[in-house]
């Protein structure tokens, strides 16, 4: 079965950095464009970054443009999010999705980001 699990999340100071990791399995996770999500408090779930199979042409959020890396290790079936000059509006719990016509959700990893 389809199983994506997330890691890295954590506290960090403003300013800092956190890498997430998506493990995924149960499919050929080359095949299938990936994505990560987030969910603050209070408000709806966002889109933060895709990447696409075969080539990874990215995507970004506006909110995170310069400062989010979205990247995936196909060797490994691992999908990640580099955060750099991380910000207390980016605390949130990240997911990773895999789109499709029957989509799939990972746990979700927290990110908060506070002094």
């Known amino acids: 079965q389809v199983r994506l699990v997330e890691s890295g999340g954590g506290l960090v100071q403003p300013g800092g950095s956190l890498r997430l990791s998506c493990a995924a399995s149960?499919?050929?996770?080359?095949?299938?464009?990936m994505s990560w999500y987030r969910q603050a408090p209070g408000k709806e779930r966002e889109l933060v970054a895709s990447?696409?199979?075969?080539?990874?042409?990215?995507g970004y959020a506006d909110s995170v443009k310069g400062r989010f890396t979205i990247s995936r290790d196909n060797a490994k079936n691992t999908m990640y999010l580099q955060m750099n000059d991380l910000q207390p509006e980016d605390t949130a719990v990240y997911y990773c999705k895999r789109p499709g016509l029957t989509a799939y959700w990972g746990q979700g990893t927290q990110v908060t980001v506070s002094s």
């Open positions: 990447i696409s199979a075969g080539r990874g042409t990215t």
């Open positions: 149960g499919f050929t996770f080359s095949s299938y464009t």
